[in-house]
């Protein structure tokens, strides 16, 4: 089974900060990569889709890169209603994989 | 619009079976290359996902529960069922479906969840 670990677990940050999460895979996955946001209490959303394409209506200050175990999100200008877990999550045609999510707080 | 909306028991006893049903409106199971797929989180936990049934009747099955899971569609009903057996606390979590758009997967739109807790 393919594992989707990211780092770090918890980032703390200030509005307008440039943030940046990582996540790895532990065999390559070429660029079939998604990430969402969660807030709490609420459902995950889909941020960006085949490691960099962005979701329709997500802002562009969210953008994704990378391919084959190791991918990013990046955050350019953090604003106040970006705090939120995110996750990466591998997806193929047979099993879907989620990282263990990355809290970004004040 | 696309929505999907599980509902089910909020509470099941240790041992019993779980039912869950997926409603969802503005797609169509039928239509090729999408799918639905059930996720759920355990309180202050990641997300695990759980089945996914393709527009085609193909199931997919997470390795460590696929020996409890069933994941089933009526597609005239623009519905999906999931059904796990011999439920236990660490169980308890909420249960999430959502729709994958094109193959392969992602998951573009998700309900808001349900709740269940495994309690006697």
């Known amino acids: 089974d393919i594992q989707m670990t990211q780092s770090p677990s918890t980032l703390s940050a200030s509005v307008r900060d440039r943030v940046t999460i990582t996540c790895r895979a532990s065999q390559s996955i070429s660029s079939w990569l998604a990430w969402y946001q969660q807030k709490p209490g609420k459902a995950p959303k889909l941020l960006i889709y085949?490691?960099?394409s962005l979701e329709s209506g997500v802002p562009s200050r969210f953008s994704g890169s990378g391919s084959g175990t190791e991918f990013t999100l990046t955050i350019s200008s953090l604003q106040p209603d970006d705090f939120a877990t995110y996750y990466c999550q591998h997806y193929n045609s047979y099993s879907w994989t989620f990282g263990q999510g990355t809290k970004v707080e004040i | 619009q696309i929505t999907l909306k599980e509902s089910g028991p909020t509470l099941v006893k240790p041992t019993q079976t779980l039912t869950l049903t997926c409603t969802f409106s503005?797609?169509?199971?039928?239509?090729?290359?999408?799918?639905v797929g059930w996720i759920r989180q355990p309180p202050g936990k990641a997300l695990e996902w759980l089945a996914l049934i393709y527009w085609d009747g193909d199931k997919r099955y997470s390795p460590s529960l696929k020996s409890r899971l069933t994941i089933t569609k009526d597609t005239s009903r623009n519905q999906v069922v999931l059904t796990m057996t011999n439920m236990d606390p660490v169980d308890t979590a909420t249960y999430y479906c959502?729709?994958?758009?094109?193959?392969?997967?992602?998951?573009?739109?998700w309900g808001q969840g349900t709740t269940v807790t495994v309690s006697s």
């Open positions: 085949k490691a960099s």
């Open positions: 503005g797609f169509s199971l039928s239509s090729g290359g999408v799918g």
């Open positions: 959502a729709r994958g758009p094109t193959i392969p997967i992602f998951l573009d739109v």
